[in-house]
């Protein structure tokens, strides 16, 4: 952990496609860009689309590297796991995620420069561990001939329901390019605690996604990619998880991901001065927990 007389190195904060959902390429790129977030997230599809629209792979390089942004991942890749739903047993609304391949996400993070692809096991039904070891380990090996690295989500509605069963199958795999996105929302779903992730033994966590939560009223039906709040708008320990992730590596990316209805309506240069000004706030208070 580092000292009070160990410089800090400030995290990147990514803006994520998820927070600014159904925003293009470019625009996302570009509201990162003008709020000094130094990464994105994108999917495979909006790449894509770009592509489709008539930009060119160097175009797309450019205007990262003009604005000064970089791709932290391509996510998700959800049809390459065991126990997917085919895209025609999925709601509409979703369909589109789970149509993206693993060559759609190669392609996409060979074109742009990624370093991690996100594995994510979304509406998947039950899979036994060993089977999830054997199509993870194989998919990781895939990724590293491609130099990429993977991160393999949990949510609760999945074979990879929480942080235990996604570090046992990691575990398992036992690749250096493979690590756990570990997602405050999905952690705080699961009733996970300060304590585990202190816990956590160096070089498990991959990726990091933070959004905020407030408990919801007993018998609310939950409903996905929806009701996230902006990091200290709610009532997680944020600084609290960040300090412990930062411990244990200081120069890591740090994503926004608030699926939010509230946000979906503004401009992505409004959402991106939000993300900035809010997860600033969180990562600075983390920093200085660190630096006492």
């Known amino acids: 952990m580092p000292t009070p007389s160990t410089p800090l190195r400030k995290p990147v904060i990514a803006l994520c496609w998820g927070t ?7 625009t996302l790129v570009r509201a990162a860009g003008r709020y000094g977030l130094g990464a994105v997230t994108l999917t495979a599809r909006m790449y894509e689309e770009s592509r ?23 996510d998700p890749l959800i049809s390459a796991l065991p126990g997917t739903p085919r895209p025609a047993e ?5 369909r589109s995620y789970f149509e993206i391949t693993e060559d759609d996400c190669y392609r996409a993070a060979e ?32 990724a590293r001939r491609h130099g990429l690295r993977l991160t ?24 250096d390019n493979l690590g756990v996105m570990f997602d405050t929302w999905h952690f705080a779903r699961t009733g996970g ?16 996604q933070i959004s905020d939560r407030r408990e919801p009223p007993p018998g609310t039906v939950y ?7 902006l990091p200290g708008e709610g009532e ?42 809010s997860a600033g706030r969180v990562v600075e208070s983390a920093l200085r927990s660190l630096a006492t």
């Open 20 to 26: 600014v959902i159904g925003a293009p390429l470019e």
């Open 236 to 277: 997680l320990p944020l600084v609290g998880m960040l300090a412990a992730l930062l411990a244990k590596d200081p120069g890591r990316t740090i994503g926004v991901e608030v699926f939010s209805d509230d946000l979906k309506a503004l401009p992505a240069e409004a959402i991106a001065a939000q993300v900035a000004a």
């Open 111 to 142: 074109a742009l420069d990624a370093e991690t692809i996100n594995l994510a096991h979304f509406g998947g039904g039950r899979v036994s561990e060993a089977s999830l070891i054997e199509c993870v380990g194989a998919i990781a090996a895939r």
């Open 193 to 208: 605690t300060l304590a585990q992730l202190a816990a956590l033994p160096d070089g498990v966590i991959g990726s990091v």
């Open 90 to 94: 999925v709601p509409i609304e979703n």
């Open 52 to 74: 489709a629209a008539g930009a060119s792979v160097a175009a797309l390089r450019s205007l990262l590297s003009d604005q000064g942004v970089r791709v932290h991942a391509i």
């Open 152 to 175: 393999l989500e949990f949510l609760p509605e999945s074979a990879i329901p929480d942080l235990d069963t996604a570090r046992r199958i990691v575990a398992g795999v036992a690749a």
């Open 223 to 229: 409903a996905p990619m929806s009701g996230r709040l």
